[in-house]
């Protein structure tokens, strides 16, 4: 058993999300396309 | 034994080297710089008012709609013959062989309509394939006698079925299967470069003059992202197809343990075909972005002139695509004790389906009169204008692909009871990835607009890649909480006769956009044989209207189904016996 699912799920929320901006950040910089760059208004 | 190890590892061998030589074929700079023939209007030959594209036209669409099938279906018989091997279950290997069976009766079609292409070519076009010989040059002998290896291993593959079934002569058997995909492919790949050189062309000067070796030419820039999109669209078409035959005989048999059987292959076919789709969206975005890359006239002709309009056509046939498949996955339900606890998220899985579906069919701007252009304010509704441009699109696919994989794992979960103890954990971290995955994606789309176009472009690439992520990672999940899990009875055949129709809709929405997407990629080249090299001066050198365009699109896509009926019914009937005299 892993403890309380609803803490489990909590946990893997914040893991998946830190995956994925950590995947999102690499792709667009990788692009050349930083994350967080004072983007053009519409 | 032993003689048989030694002809299996001929055969890899030659497996591995037949694109070797057929890719590279008469690899020798031409030393003569004659530029592209300029053919005038008086040098197309005009036969009895005949038609001399839309004749091309037919017999090539035909011919790639079987060889797609013909090609597609191997691939996936020695996967299945292989699984039959690794599980022990000879169901597998009855399956793999009755899915040769529908081939073998396509194939003499296969080759009687590329005849038919090749005469219609060189009677109507006899400049541009002269042209295209001197190009590829050795590549098209070595491409008849592939032609010819493909036809030998096919009827081996097919014929000595039961004689190399068991034991070492099954491998040798799977080894003839090997040699047959490897030669089919490099048939496909070849026929692939000679396409992709009349959009592209490679190894030639601006004049058409041959500067470059037969490689070059064939290694043009859309060469392989055409491969690519092929080679997947080729598993989806076949999958989708044999699908529609399981289908055919689920309906015609009475016999309950034959309907079984017709369930389980459907369904497999139905899996197969969705596995080759699922990746295939993105295979088509490198395909248009190498188009951009190569000529942004080309690319702005494919998505902003007036074949823009194919691609809500499109929209149209894969949301088709995308209902039928998941209509049939949840009709699968059914199928198991357990599937009734499932059928109540189906509803959501359909709100999220046709949600996309209805922002995918959205147009950014619309065919209007002066008047309704008046009471809009423009050409672009205020509302759903914004759902008409790319970062809706992608979001929309992308979500559709998410909830289509999960109809699937809804399904294959409800035949298996988890043991581990950590069960209950596994499917809330499976829960997490769904979410944060799928917030990934909304997110990614919604940057899209608040950012300059190339961030739009940019963070498509996320969400590609977070529906991937979405499956891979749920399917490892899967296999390890899944491991020893108790199997509960899946009662093949216990499946509604309306579910069948929607694996036969498949077939046919696969076959309409396959023939509207190639008349979209032929068309880009426009008024050229071969893109800026030679020029097409013949009276049809313009692109047909998409009235004309979908009249005759439609017109090959019944004559391939009724081809196909004819298919279907001459394997049933191969399989009738009639009773014995006694």
Redesign the interface.
């Known amino acids: 058993?892993?403890?309380n699912?609803?803490l489990?799920?909590g946990v893997?929320?914040v893991?998946?999300?830190g995956?994925?901006y950590a995947?999102?950040k690499s792709?667009?910089e990788t692009?050349g396309?930083p994350v967080g760059a004072d983007?053009?208004p519409? | 034994m032993k003689t048989s190890y030694l002809i299996a590892l001929i055969v890899v061998f030659v497996a591995l080297l037949a694109p070797e030589f057929a890719l590279a074929a008469g690899d020798e700079v031409s030393t003569v710089l004659e530029g592209a023939p300029k053919p005038s209007r008086l040098d197309y030959p005009l036969i009895a008012g005949i038609s001399a594209r839309t004749v091309a036209w037919s017999m090539a669409q035909m011919h790639l709609f079987l060889a797609a099938f013909v090609l597609a279906v191997p691939l996936f018989a020695i996967a299945t013959e292989f699984m039959s091997v690794a599980t022990g279950d000879d169901r597998f290997d009855n399956m793999a062989r009755e899915f040769m069976k529908i081939t073998m009766a396509a194939y003499s079609l296969t080759a009687l309509v590329g005849g038919g292409l090749l005469l219609s070519l060189l009677v109507f076009y006899p400049h541009l394939m002269g042209y295209l010989i001197k190009v590829f040059r050795g590549q098209m002998l070595i491409y008849a006698l592939l032609f010819g290896l493909e036809s030998i291993t096919l009827y081996v593959y097919f014929y000595s079925w039961d004689a190399l079934r068991r034991g070492n002569r099954k491998w040798f058997h799977m080894s003839i299967g090997l040699l047959l995909n490897t030669v089919g492919l490099t048939l496909m790949f070849v026929a692939n470069a000679w396409a992709s050189f009349m959009m592209s062309p490679a190894g030639v000067d601006a004049a058409g003059a041959i500067t470059g070796t037969v490689w070059e030419a064939t290694r043009n820039p859309l060469w392989n992202p055409l491969n690519l999109h092929r080679f997947l669209d080729n598993i989806a078409y076949g999958g989708a197809i044999v699908g529609g035959y399981a289908a055919y005989m689920f309906l015609a048999e009475k016999d309950p343990v034959k309907k079984a059987h017709y369930d389980w292959m459907g369904y497999t076919s139905n899996f197969i075909a969705i596995l080759g789709f699922l990746p295939l969206p993105f295979a088509g975005y490198w395909l248009m972005a190498e188009i951009y890359a190569y000529s942004q006239q080309m690319g702005i002709t494919a998505m902003g002139g007036i074949l823009a309009w194919l691609f809500i056509i499109q929209a149209v046939l894969i949301g088709t695509i995308m209902l039928a498949a998941n209509y049939y996955l949840w009709s699968g339900l059914m199928r198991t004790d357990r599937g009734a606890q499932y059928a109540k998220y189906v509803k959501y899985i359909a709100v999220v389906l046709v949600g996309g579906f209805l922002v995918w069919v959205t147009p950014h701007t619309l065919i209007l009169t002066a008047n309704e252009i008046q009471t809009l304010g423009g050409t672009s509704h205020k509302i759903l204008g914004p759902l008409g441009i790319m970062p809706a699109k992608n979001t929309a696919v992308n979500l559709m692909l998410v909830m289509t994989f999960l109809s699937f794992q809804m399904f294959y979960r409800s035949s298996r009871v988890p043991t581990v103890s950590w069960a209950k954990s596994g499917n809330m971290v499976v829960i997490a990835l769904y979410v944060v995955g799928i917030v990934n994606i909304v997110g990614a789309g919604m940057y899209g607009y608040i950012t300059p176009t190339v961030y739009k472009v940019g963070a498509s690439v996320p969400q590609v890649l977070s529906t991937l992520m979405i499956i891979i990672g749920s399917v490892i999940i899967d296999v390890f909480m899944l491991r020893g899990a108790k199997a509960e009875k899946v009662h093949w055949g216990r499946m509604s006769e309306r579910s069948q129709y929607a694996l036969f809709v498949l077939p046919v929405a696969f076959t309409w956009l396959m023939g509207l997407m190639g008349y979209i990629r032929s068309s880009l080249r426009t008024k050229w044989h071969v893109y800026t090299i030679m020029k097409d001066n013949s009276p049809e050198n313009y692109i047909p209207s998409l009235g004309d365009a979908g009249n005759t699109i439609t017109a090959i896509t019944l004559g391939f189904m009724a081809i196909m009926v004819f298919v279907f019914w001459l394997s049933r009937l191969g399989a009738t016996k009639q009773e014995s005299r006694s």
Do not use: K
């Open positions: 058993m892993l403890g699912r609803w489990v799920f893997a929320l893991v998946w999300a995956i994925f995947m999102d792709i667009m692009q396309l983007l053009m519409l």
